[in-house]
């Protein structure tokens, strides 16, 4: 399974993106889905997560309420959509698939190339 992560861009604060992660190849029920970010000079952050098979969610406290991740077993992409954005929202954000829920980056086995979001003030 490979991983495409699109929807990125240059938005102002306030505003909304939805970012798009597709899975080629088979993705399994057991599966979890996750977003992570990395800012300049910072460590991959853990942003949201979705069981793949029953759809549960999980949010970092930093954007429960703003941001809402989704998927779509049709088309095998996970969707993370992103409203409120905050200047500190700005980083590359990276989808990842692993097979246990988690919140670290080294728990997942499989990631995109990441997209660029950029949040003006």
């Known amino acids: 399974v490979q991983l495409q992560a699109s929807g990125g861009g240059l938005v102002q604060a306030g505003g909304s993106l939805r970012l798009s992660c597709a899975a080629s190849?088979?993705?399994?029920?057991?599966?979890?889905m996750a977003w992570f970010r990395q800012a300049p000079g910072k460590e991959h952050e853990f942003v949201t997560a979705?069981?793949?098979?029953?759809?549960?969610?999980y949010y970092a406290d930093s954007v429960k309420g703003r941001f809402t991740i989704s998927r779509d077993k049709s088309e095998n992409t996970v969707y993370l959509q992103m409203n409120s954005l905050k200047p500190e929202d700005t980083a590359v954000y990276y989808c990842?698939?692993?097979?246990?829920?988690?919140?670290?980056?080294?728990?997942?086995?499989?990631w995109g190339q990441g997209t660029q979001v950029t949040v003006s003030s």
């Open positions: 190849g088979r993705t399994f029920s057991s599966s979890v």
């Open positions: 990842a698939e692993g097979h246990h829920y988690g919140r670290s980056w080294n728990e997942y086995h499989r």
């Open positions: 979705i069981r793949w098979g029953v759809g549960s969610t």
